[in-house]
């Protein structure tokens, strides 16, 4: 199998979000001078059951040693290609409002391979700036831009009652996945990946366990 095939296998969601994790970790142990890893030491300082990081990692093209786990620098650098660290993913940020902003502000996405190249906007105060030198232009520009940079990735950070017009533009200029911020469930062809985030989902879940151990 070839180093593209790899990367193109769909591997199930739990394991892929599970994978960056083994990454940090074994970025810190290289940095605490550790030269070999094994599932059992990632599996006692992440908490993770070692029988389900191995079948993670074999999703990966990487084989361990017996008894002395895997080489941390091949791990490393094994990780970050497959996830798709190591290539940059140009994107394009629409509505560079408070969220929006800090994204840009954010310079730690080019270490997980996106990097977003311009912010649209219809603010006239921001267009024609520059955040974190990523330049800010009308969203009516949008069309031209597609065409002066090769990106296929949109990040939408616009209020709720414009993301789908907004989504529907970008899909139109030929974007290909949405990093949808919004907390609309937008609407896409089939063909097109979206990837809804949100930061208070996260927050629902951590108000529900703390609550939770506070009545045990
Ligand atoms: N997922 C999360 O965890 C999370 C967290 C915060 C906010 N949000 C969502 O992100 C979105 C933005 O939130 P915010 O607090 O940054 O809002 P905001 O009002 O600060 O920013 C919105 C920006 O969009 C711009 N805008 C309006 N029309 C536009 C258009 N046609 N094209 C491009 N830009 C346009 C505005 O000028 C503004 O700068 C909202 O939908 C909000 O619900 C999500």
Do not use: C
């Not at 030491?41 to 999703?59: G, M, P, R, V, W």
């Amino acid at each position: 199998m070839s180093d593209n095939e790899q990367n193109v296998i769909k591997v199930p969601e739990p394991s892929l979000r599970r994978l960056p994790w083994y990454l940090s970790n074994a970025k810190l142990l290289k940095n605490k001078g550790e030269h070999f890893v094994s599932s059992t030491q990632i599996s006692k300082e992440i908490n993770i059951d070692a029988s389900q990081i191995a079948k993670d990692l074999s999703y990966v093209n990487i084989s361990g040693r017996t008894r002395v786990g895997y080489d941390i620098d091949d791990l490393i650098a094994v990780l970050e290609d497959f996830l798709g660290f190591t290539n940059m993913h140009k994107a394009f940020l629409f509505g560079v409002g408070s969220l929006g902003g800090a994204l840009l502000r954010d310079s730690g996405l080019n270490h997980f391979g996106l990097e977003i190249v311009a912010g649209f906007d219809v603010n006239p105060e921001l267009v024609g700036t520059f955040i974190n030198g990523i330049p800010i232009f009308h969203s009516d520009d949008f069309q031209a831009k597609m065409l002066e940079y090769n990106v296929n990735i949109g990040v939408l950070t616009v209020p709720i009652e414009i993301a789908q017009n907004i989504t529907d533009k970008m899909i139109e200029g030929g974007v290909k996945a949405v990093w949808n911020f919004t907390p609309l469930r937008i609407r896409v062809p089939e063909d097109i990946v979206v990837q809804n985030t949100s930061l208070y989902a996260h927050l629902a879940v951590m108000f529900n366990r703390l609550n939770f151990n506070q009545i045990k």
